[in-house]
């Protein structure tokens, strides 16, 4: 891909992105299930429309009441999730600022999780230890959406966002 796609694609993603770590109890499972979700949404279909051809993923437009929300116009969704994420996450890694703390928190949940083992036809349940750090990723990166900004991370003078 070409490093100036990437680079585009990586600051709209620090903009209007998403990293998530969503915690589901599913029906029939002793453990919650951490999941990671990317997301980009926006009004204009083009660059959500780009994320998908570029990485693969969903596309969906969602709407809203005409005759409650007359001004508001439909958004733009796309987003990937679970495994899928990884190369997208490994891709724009390098290019992101704002969002790489989150990435990067995401890469660790995804890489040091092990799947439920069933050895003999026995169940190994996954240890304390793995839930444990399972649950310190998710805190974590809930706790770094909205923290970093421009100004903290060092990156721009806080008069470069004076309205001229």
């Known amino acids: 891909m070409k490093r100036h796609l990437l680079s585009y694609l990586a600051g709209v993603f620090d903009g209007e992105g998403c990293v998530s770590i969503c915690k ?17 949404q926006m009004c204009d279909e083009a660059v959500p429309r780009l994320f998908q051809n570029t990485f693969g993923g969903s596309l969906i437009k969602h709407g ?10 439909p958004k ?18 390098p290019y992101v600022l704002l969002k790489r703390a989150q990435m990067e928190v995401a890469i660790h949940l995804l890489q040091n999780r092990t799947k439920h083992r069933n050895i003999g036809g026995k169940f190994i349940p996954t240890s304390e230890t793995e839930l444990a750090l399972r649950e310190a990723d998710y805190i974590l990166c809930r706790s ?4 970093l900004t421009p100004q903290k991370e060092g990156l721009v003078e806080p008069t470069h966002f004076m309205a001229i």
């Not at 733009?76 to 890694?93: E, G, H, Y």
Request: aromatic content about 14%.
């Open 24 to 40: 589901k109890k599913q029906k029939g499972c002793v453990n919650p299930v951490y999941e990671v979700y990317l997301s980009v």
């Open 64 to 73: 809203y009441d005409q005759t409650r929300y007359k001004h508001w116009r």
């Open 76 to 93: 733009w969704m796309w987003s990937v999730c679970s495994q899928k994420t990884v190369p997208v996450i490994r891709t724009l890694l």
């Open 144 to 147: 770094l959406k909205g923290r």
